[in-house]
């Protein structure tokens, strides 16, 4: 059984660019979510996508964008990037949108906006 | 939204010694709280969780109780040895809320630092 795989581990980007991550949820999981860490500071909640639509968006702006694909992996893209969306991100995989099973985190891609 | 404090932000003990990180929340739809391990450079990585019809739980070296009354859990690690030095997370979560609330709220983290 794998577990949830993030691509790229490590991104620099220039202010203003667009970026896109990914995240392979864990075998026979329909649910994945994707969380932000800033440096020191615990994960924050995006998004949530649950049998391919989005199911919970936390305090992020329209340009923070995601989808989930029929085999379950994600995406997500941000664009017209700040300073301040360096940080680690983190995809965390779940089955029935983490009822009862709890979610399994990716080790996350560190991006650094420049 | 939850609100979930963590205490402390800094913990160090020594070798043998236990430690234990205390954690409050405010929605009391919250019934499922993880506590996740994270090493530098990782993602977080489940220990043990509780779920608010039970009291307590343990697992060799890691136990959690949960008081629902009070909105607070704590995780305690007995006979600590210098590779539990990571960061610590606790989190709440309302697994029977419905709609669009299926997500994990997190402490700030506790960094323990277990001296050999």
């Known amino acids: 059984e794998t577990g949830v795989t993030q691509s790229p581990t490590h991104l620099i980007k220039t202010r203003g660019q667009q970026v896109t991550l990914r995240c392979s949820s864990q075998s026979g999981h329909n649910t994945v979510s994707w969380y932000q860490q800033a440096l020191g500071q615990g994960p924050q909640f995006i998004f949530q996508y649950y049998r391919e639509e989005e199911n919970g968006r936390g305090n992020f702006p329209p340009r923070f964008s995601g989808l989930q694909f029929p085999n379950y992996s994600s995406e997500l893209n941000v664009n017209a990037l700040e300073l301040d969306d360096s940080a680690l991100y983190l995809c965390?995989?779940?089955?029935?949108?983490?009822?009862?099973?709890?979610?399994?985190f990716g080790s996350g891609t560190r991006l650094t906006v420049v | 939204g939850e609100n979930v404090e963590q205490h402390p932000s800094t913990l160090s003990v020594q070798e043998g010694d236990s430690a234990v990180i205390k954690c409050t929340y405010s929605?009391?739809?919250?019934?499922?709280f993880p506590w996740y391990k994270q090493e530098l450079g990782k993602g977080p990585q489940l220990i043990i969780d509780i779920r608010s019809n039970v009291g307590e739980k343990k697992d060799q070296r890691i136990a959690v109780t949960l008081n629902k009354t009070a909105k607070h859990f704590s995780l305690h690690i007995t006979e600590t040895q210098p590779e539990d030095s990571a960061v610590y997370f606790c989190?709440?979560?309302?697994?029977?809320?419905?709609?669009?609330?299926?997500?994990?709220?997190f402490g700030k983290g506790t960094l323990l630092t277990v001296n050999p």
């Open positions: 929605d009391s739809a919250s019934n499922y």
């Open positions: 989190a709440a979560y309302p697994e029977n809320s419905g709609g669009s609330n299926y997500k994990l709220t």
């Open positions: 965390a995989s779940s089955l029935d949108r983490g009822r009862l099973y709890g979610y399994t």
